[in-house]
C-alpha cells in the first residue's frame, strides 16, 4: 500500500486529508508532522512514498525541508500543497525537487489526481501555478531579449528569437500544435477535451504523442519547452 507523510502546521487540514486520503484514495497516512523538523523526524522512522507538504510553517518550512528530503531520499515524490503561488514559492519548491505543486483549495479530486500522477513518474501543476510560471518565464525571456538588444545592437535576432521552437522541425500535426499551445497555457487534460469537444482519452493519445516528438516524458518540462513556441 502507498505510504504519506502529510506535513502541514494547521492540524484541522491533516486530519482532514487523513480521512480523504484514506478512505477516498485507499492510501495509509504513516505519518503527520507540524513542520520540516518533525517531518524529518518521520522520516528517520520509516520513508513513505509520498509527501503532501506546506511551505509556510513554523521552525522550518517547505522551502528548506523540500531539497534536504529529495537529496537524502530521491524516491519520494514531494508534492507541494499550500496557499502561496509567489514567484519565489512555485521557483524554490520545483528547483529544491517537488514534482508537485497545489493550492489548497484544488479540491479532493485534484489531490488524489495528483498522488497519482506523481507514482506514475509524472508532474503535476495547479493550472493558477502553471500560469503564473508561464508569466515568470515569458517576464525573463522580455529581459534576455533587452539584454540582447542593448549589448549587441547590431544583431539581426534576439537571443528569444534564437530559443523560439519550432513545432514542425519536431513532426507535429496541426491538431498537435492546437493541443501544444493548450498545454502551454496551463489546461489540463480534461478541459483540452472539453475545449476541443473530445474525449480526454483521445487527449490522453494526443499528449503521449507529443511527450514522444518532443523526446520528453514530464509534463513540467513539456510546458517548459512549450512556452518557448510561437503558436
Known amino acids: ?17 487523513e480521512i480523504i486520503l484514506t478512505y477516498s484514495g485507499g492510501y ?7 513542520n520540516g523538523v518533525e517531518a524529518l523526524e518521520c522520516l528517520r522512522k520509516e520513508v513513505p512514498d509520498v509527501m503532501l ?17 529529495h537529496t537524502e531520499y530521491p524516491e519520494i515524490k514531494i508534492i507541494v500543497l499550500t496557499t502561496f503561488y509567489d514567484e519565489r514559492s512555485i521557483s524554490h519548491a520545483i528547483a529544491g525537487g517537488a514534482c508537485g505543486y497545489l493550492l489548497k483549495d ?8 495528483a498522488i497519482s500522477q506523481a507514482l506514475r513518474g509524472q508532474s503535476v501543476l495547479d ?10 518565464l515569458a517576464g525573463g525571456a522580455a529581459s534576455d531579449s533587452a539584454v540582447e538588444s542593448s549589448s549587441a545592437p ?22 498537435e500544435k492546437e493541443i501544444c499551445r493548450l498545454i502551454s497555457e496551463g489546461c489540463t487534460n480534461s478541459q483540452i477535451a472539453s475545449i476541443l469537444y473530445i474525449s480526454e482519452g483521445t487527449v490522453k ?21 512549450l512556452t518557448r513556441c510561437r503558436f
Do not use: C, F, H, W
Open 127 to 136: 493550472q493558477k501555478v502553471m500560469q503564473k510560471l508561464n508569466t515568470m
Open 106 to 113: 484544488s479540491g479532493k479530486e485534484a489531490i488524489l489526481s
Open 28 to 34: 495509509e497516512i504513516m505519518g503527520k508532522a507540524g
Open 205 to 225: 493519445n494526443y499528449v503521449s504523442t507529443i511527450y514522444d516528438k518532443l523526446g520528453e516524458r514530464d509534463r513540467t518540462k513539456v510546458v517548459l519547452m
Open 154 to 175: 547590431g544583431t539581426s535576432a534576439s537571443q528569444s528569437e534564437k530559443d523560439t521552437i519550432n513545432l514542425d522541425d519536431y513532426g507535429m500535426t496541426d491538431r
Open 1 to 17: 500500500m502507498t505510504k504519506i507523510l502529510l506535513v502541514d502546521d494547521e492540524p484541522l487540514l491533516l486530519d482532514s486529508l
Open 53 to 69: 507538504v506546506d511551505l509556510n510553517m513554523p521552525g522550518m518550512g517547505g522551502i528548506e525541508l523540500i531539497p534536504k528530503v
